[in-house]
């Protein structure tokens, strides 16, 4: 009882600490930056909800961040809505395709189910490529970042940044609560034997069903709020690749972890701009490398590695 | 009277302080070179297109003295919107960048140009192809410099069609892009007389292509045309030679490059038919400068790298002569002066940004008419720049006035 406590005290300082941090890094980091860290952080916190505390590895997660980045870009740019209505359509647009993708995937498990959300992202990528209003391979471009609430000036960096961070704080709390509530417990009970989940008489398919909503709306959230920040969506948010970056952001994090994937987002959106101004071509082998590396030797990821080490080191 | 004297004269004497001093910034022109280095387009612009952007600078820098410095910075885009909205909104906002250039990839242009006109700085588009950056998105802070999609379908098709390739089919690439090709090239072929048999969508990217090749040979049209890019292209040529189709039937690549050319052999390409903004061996100008750049690249240019340079010495040319970064003047000044190197002769800037020059319809060689290395193309015509691109007055952009 004591260390639980003692626990959730550092974790509350680790919060705040953090939480300080956010506030003060526009000023030291370059914002648009940051933004794009923190809306990658969001995306593959979502993902790590489904994959880490559920045990469902979608590989088409691509489709939710893509299609709320343009539904929230249209409903923006051509129906004239302003950023926070946007961003809401395109958080509800990725969850109801949650919803229909969750309904026919989650009969199936393992491969299958990875293979059955990768079938149904491509019919997205195939929608957004052909469909006239998206702007097909030139993507979604132009979107203005508007007024938020009508009288904040969003074109400035600092409100946007402030906006993005609190979106991305409020998701963070939303995946953090649903872990430690006590649906996050029979998710996990879920991910650690589902036979006995089920015998124990819990409707396993609509907790996993609940969980992929949930995870796709916050990728969604993500999505659109990244529509905004960078006043594009591009077919690549939709891309496969996309949907692969996001594994590889949570492994490389540490899947099952709080802070994981946002460390792994952070390293990877870093790495992909750092790298681009010095080694050129050298970027994608860079970053297949340091898969390789996570998967070979760092199994847990740079958190769960952390995590660890700390367990180990408060043991002796 | 008096009055307009005497605002004139506090005009005069507020403007005078800022015309003596140097007006660059922080007297540092920085030129961001933004492309493609370990993609697709690597081969046809990526680090050959950083290696002419130092050229060009080193050279101005040479020849012209400027009294300014200027800074060279370069990222790869690696084809994403995103990526390049954020490196250039960086760049413009926090690094001082004046222009940001190459930009291939038509996502990663339009990105870059909106993100450019926000922040008052240049852009200037080589890579790209759409022929959208003069029209319908132009603005007024973009040049297109090089090539557009107009020039090279046009180019080609209005060329094979009055020498007598009147039956056409066309292979597309089954998207935006692939289609705009298309209906652009099939519009000369039937304003020149001649007729489109059919056309077939392939899924994009695509590999294989044999059932929409043999939906090619049966059509017995005379030409196929090539409305896809890249990979596409290159497999597509590599399979209609395995399946006979040609020498039966004449290829037409609507937008192709000399390194496709040079990765294929001349032994899949010989007899295609292609239009280019540049050619290295066309004559002693263009050879000098391109054994040059062969000395640092180890390839010959291909038009995107020839023009990225001639764009950036033009543009620093233009800072010197306004004494300015300013973004309008800058743009002015290019607009009005005519561009005269080895990569243009006469080329112009219209209203809408599009940089008008001669371009060159050209024959791939068969292997044994190759003397040397790169000897690939025989120039057939040159197509004079008012006929080769869109005429201003079609252009739907909001900047030309009607």
Request: charged share 15%; hydrophobic share 45%.
């Amino acid at each position: 009882m004591n260390t639980t406590t003692n626990n959730d005290k550092n974790m509350r300082l680790v919060f705040g600490v953090l939480f300080l941090l956010g506030l003060v890094a526009p000023f030291v980091v370059y914002p648009t930056f940051l933004m794009k860290i923190l809306c990658f952080g969001l995306f593959a916190s979502a993902f790590n909800l489904l994959l880490g505390f559920v045990g469902l590895l979608s590989f088409g997660h691509a489709a939710f961040l893509g299609a709320a980045g343009y539904v929230c870009g249209l409903l923006v740019r051509d129906s004239g809505l302003s950023p926070e209505l946007g961003i809401l359509g395109g958080t509800l647009a990725a969850g109801f395709l949650g919803w229909v993708f969750g309904k026919l995937a989650i009969r199936r498990s393992g491969i299958y189910f990875a293979m059955i959300t990768l079938a149904l992202a491509q019919m997205v990528f195939f929608i957004v490529q052909q469909a006239p209003m998206t702007g097909g391979e030139d993507g979604l471009q132009g979107v203005p970042r508007g007024n938020l609430f009508g009288f904040i000036d969003l074109d400035d960096n600092m409100s946007m940044y402030y906006l993005v961070y609190a979106i991305f704080c409020a998701g963070f709390f939303v995946i953090y609560r649903t872990i430690h509530s006590p649906f996050g417990q029979i998710l996990k009970a879920i991910r650690e034997n589902q036979p006995r989940a089920i015998s124990l008489g819990y409707d396993v398919d609509k907790f996993k069903l609940f969980a992929f909503v949930i995870s796709a709306a916050l990728s969604g959230l993500a999505g659109a709020t990244k529509t905004l920040v960078f006043q594009l969506a591009s077919l690549s948010d939709v891309h496969w690749h996309m949907s692969g970056e996001v594994v590889l952001m949570t492994l490389l994090g540490g899947l099952g972890t709080i802070f994981g994937p946002l460390v792994g987002a952070a390293t990877i959106v870093t790495l992909q701009n750092e790298l681009a101004d010095k080694v050129g071509s050298w970027v994608t082998v860079i970053m297949g490398v340091i898969f390789v590396l996570c998967v070979l030797v760092f199994r847990r990821g740079i958190v769960g590695e952390i995590q660890a080490l700390i367990r180990r080191s408060g043991i002796n | 009277m008096k009055q307009k004297k005497l605002a004139a004269a506090i005009a005069l004497m507020t403007a005078i302080p800022f015309a003596a001093q140097a007006q660059v910034s922080n007297n540092v022109v920085k030129v961001g070179v933004l492309t493609d280095m370990s993609g697709t387009y690597s081969d046809l612009s990526g680090q050959g297109a950083v290696v002419a952007t130092k050229m060009a600078i080193d050279d101005f820098i040479a020849n012209e003295k400027p009294n300014f410095k200027i800074e060279m910075v370069q990222a790869d885009h690696q084809n994403k919107a995103d990526i390049a909205s954020n490196k250039a909104r960086e760049w413009f906002e926090r690094d001082g960048v004046d222009v940001a250039t190459e930009l291939v990839t038509t996502s990663v242009a339009l990105a870059v140009m909106k993100v450019a006109k926000e922040k008052d700085r240049i852009a200037l588009v080589n890579g790209t192809a759409s022929a959208t950056i003069t029209n319908k998105e132009c603005n007024d802070v973009t040049i297109h410099y090089t090539y557009d999609t107009y020039a090279l379908a046009n180019g080609t098709a209005s060329a094979l069609t009055k020498q007598g390739g009147k039956t056409w089919f066309f292979l597309t690439a089954d998207y935006a892009f692939g289609k705009s090709l298309e209906s652009e090239a099939a519009k000369v072929v039937t304003a020149n007389g001649g007729k489109v048999l059919g056309s077939v969508n392939h899924p994009f990217p695509g590999t294989d292509f044999s059932s929409f090749l043999l939906k090619a040979q049966q059509s017995g049209a005379q030409v196929v045309g090539l409305a896809n890019a890249g990979s596409d292209t290159t497999n597509a040529i590599k399979q209609a030679a395995e399946f006979g189709i040609t020498p039966k039937q004449t290829l037409a690549g609507l937008l192709m490059f000399i390194t496709d050319v040079h990765s294929l052999g001349l032994k899949a390409t010989q007899g295609m038919y292609l239009t280019t903004g540049f050619y290295w061996d066309r004559n002693d100008d263009t050879r000098a400068w391109s054994r040059r750049f062969f000395e640092k690249q180890r390839k010959m240019p291909t038009m995107v790298q020839a023009g990225q340079y001639s764009s950036v010495y033009n543009y620093l040319k233009a800072v010197k002569a306004v004494n300015s970064d300013d973004t309008k003047k800058v743009m002015d000044y290019m607009k009005k002066t005519p561009i005269n190197d080895f990569f243009a002769k006469n080329g112009r800037i219209q209203a809408n940004g599009r940089m008008i020059h001669d371009m060159y319809l050209a024959q791939v060689k068969k292997p044994e008419e190759a003397k040397y290395p790169w000897d690939y193309y025989t120039i057939k015509a040159t197509i004079p720049a008012d006929q080769a691109f869109t005429p201003l007055k079609e252009s739907t952009c909001a900047l030309v006035k009607k």
